[in-house]
């Protein structure tokens, strides 16, 4: 029997194929993976390593602030484009943490609601029909999507282990470097765990400026780098300004995931095309969210608490991997540790893909991983179990490695 809508929804979303292919999105193959495997072991924990979020709520003083302003008659108004306070605080933050300076926050700086929002509007600034949004692989695909949805073209920039990770802008085709207007990149990584240097970054604006390409660099992973490394932006770097843009979230450093809210800072006039863009999609966050994410922002102990606690757990996870015959290194930032995964087990078993492996890891071990098979296999570790103590994590990364050495897998 055929449907009203069969012929009604866009052709960006399939058109009358919509909501009829039998692909499977590989988180949803992990969830029912993590579905079968407890129904047929009712007594064994599933020890869950592929969250994507931290495991902690937001803290005290934020959300009592949250209750505090909720109930002030005041903040029921539209947000549109933002509180002044909160783009004064993000600007605060942004030279206390990342040494920027000169920032006018009612020039280089809009909220949004979280930053997957940003991401996703900022296609609609920049792209037309025919052009190209660079990207890296494995990535954040929200960019890529709403390029494809616009009528623009997606070019894949691998990351590579040989390359630390970070995009070989000189590999790019010069036949795609005349179309492609602009460059998406996410320093700290997700999920490889690299971050950047300031030569990578300035090799990245002297690479938009000849190519004349805008730039954004996802940087919602920020602030969560560890044993001496600093916290950098890519702002920071002389002439970034001129040709991108950085958007942060206070998801991951201040364990606000559900709270939504973020912020674009960059160039100002494509801060104000970002604004206007906006200004046609949503009417701003509550006002009280955005006065806690202002207590925050002025908190950034919250972060460095986040911070001793991921990087204490990461020393556990890359001496318990490397034990159980991964290669591990200890990333210095995000809070994900991206390896290869194995080839197969003593027994015989071939793993063909990640996400093989990271399938027959939930299966049999009750471990729940995220694959990668965009440029090489890999699977991504998270530091964000739900552990309530530093003895729980011990035992937790303990019971963990008992049961992959038992695997016996072969690298």
């Known amino acids: 029997m055929s ?140 960019m890529a999507t709403y390029t494809r949805y616009l009528g623009g073209e997606v070019f894949n920039l691998p990351l590579t282990e040989s390359n630390g990770f970070l995009p070989d802008l000189d590999s790019i085709p010069v036949e795609i470097l005349r179309k492609a207007r602009m460059l998406y990149i996410n320093y700290p990584n997700n999920p490889t765990g690299a971050v950047a240097t300031p030569e990578f970054f300035e090799k990245v604006v002297d690479f938009a400026r000849k190519n004349g390409i805008v730039v954004v660099n996802d940087a919602a992973y920020g602030a969560l780098t560890y044993d001496g490394q600093k916290p950098l932006s890519f702002l920071s770097v002389e002439g970034a300004m001129d040709v991108g843009l950085e958007v942060h979230s206070l998801s991951k450093a201040f364990n606000m995931t559900g709270w939504r809210i973020g912020f674009v800072c960059g160039n100002t006039r494509a801060i104000k095309a970002y604004g206007a863009v906006k200004d046609n999609t949503d009417s701003g966050q509550f006002r009280a969210i955005q006065k806690a994410a202002i207590k925050a922002l002025e908190h950034t102990e919250i972060t460095e608490k986040t911070v001793a606690k991921y990087s204490r757990r990461f020393d556990l996870l890359i001496a318990a991997l490397n034990k159980a015959g991964f290669t591990a290194v200890k990333p210095r930032g995000t809070f994900f540790c991206y390896v290869k995964a194995p080839r197969g087990t003593a027994g015989g078993k071939v793993f063909e893909t990640a996400a093989q492996f990271s399938e027959f890891l939930i299966r049999e071990s009750l471990i729940s991983t995220v694959p990668w098979d965009d440029a090489g296999k890999y699977v991504r570790f998270s530091v964000t179990f739900e552990a309530a103590t530093p003895a729980e994590e011990i035992e937790i990364i303990d019971e963990m490695t008992r049961r992959i050495i038992v695997l016996g897998l072969t690298f």
Not at 47 to 57: F, W
């Open 3 to 142: 449907d009203f809508f069969d012929d009604k929804i866009a052709e960006r979303l399939g058109g009358s194929s919509f909501g009829k292919t039998t692909a499977i999105y590989k988180f949803e193959l992990i969830k029912r993976a993590k579905a079968e495997a407890a129904r047929e072991n009712p007594g064994v924990k599933l020890i869950d390593m592929g969250v994507g979020e931290p495991d902690c709520p937001a803290d005290e003083l934020v959300v009592k602030a949250l209750a505090e302003e909720a109930s002030l008659p005041g903040n029921r108004w539209y947000a549109d484009n933002g509180i002044p306070e909160f783009r004064e605080a993000a600007a605060s933050y942004l030279k206390k943490v990342y040494g920027l300076s000169g920032l006018d926050p009612s020039e280089h700086i809009i909220h949004g609601i979280g930053s997957k929002p940003i991401l996703a509007m900022l296609p609609f600034c920049f792209i037309n029909p025919g052009d190209i949004l660079l990207t890296t692989i494995p990535g954040y695909p929200v």
